[in-house]
């Protein structure tokens, strides 16, 4: 399992369903639901579209992660990277969108 999906977070967009390249994800209730969670290769292309933070990319140990996630929340032109560590400490990366890939 490479990601979780934050239930409470999930407003039922389907950014994600039509991000997947594996069409591992299905919405039930308005919420999104990973259809087989093992067959997920993390290619991250879900959590890049998901602004609402709720879907959590699990760092994994080869990177340094130790267990810690990372999420993303998108505001107008903001764009927050979250990273919650093992112990909880959340580290947040701001970038403005407008400003970014200019060249
Ligand atoms: S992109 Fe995020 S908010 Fe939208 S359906 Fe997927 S998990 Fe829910
Ligand atoms: S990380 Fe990639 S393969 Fe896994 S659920 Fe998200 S879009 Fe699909």
Excluded: H, Q
């Amino acid at each position: 399992m490479s990601i979780r999906i934050n239930s409470i977070s999930c407003v039922g967009c389907k950014r994600c369903v039509e991000a997947c390249p594996g069409n591992l994800i299905k919405i039930v209730d308005n919420k999104a639901v990973i259809k087989r969670e093992k067959d997920c290769w993390g290619c991250t292309s879900c959590l890049k579209e998901c602004k609402a933070g709720a879907i959590e990319f699990f760092l994994g140990a080869d990177i340094g992660g130790k267990g810690s996630t990372l999420s993303v929340t998108e505001k107008g032109d903001i764009r927050e990277w979250i990273v919650i560590g093992p112990d909880g400490n959340k580290k947040t990366i701001t970038v403005n969108t407008k400003e970014s890939n200019k060249y």
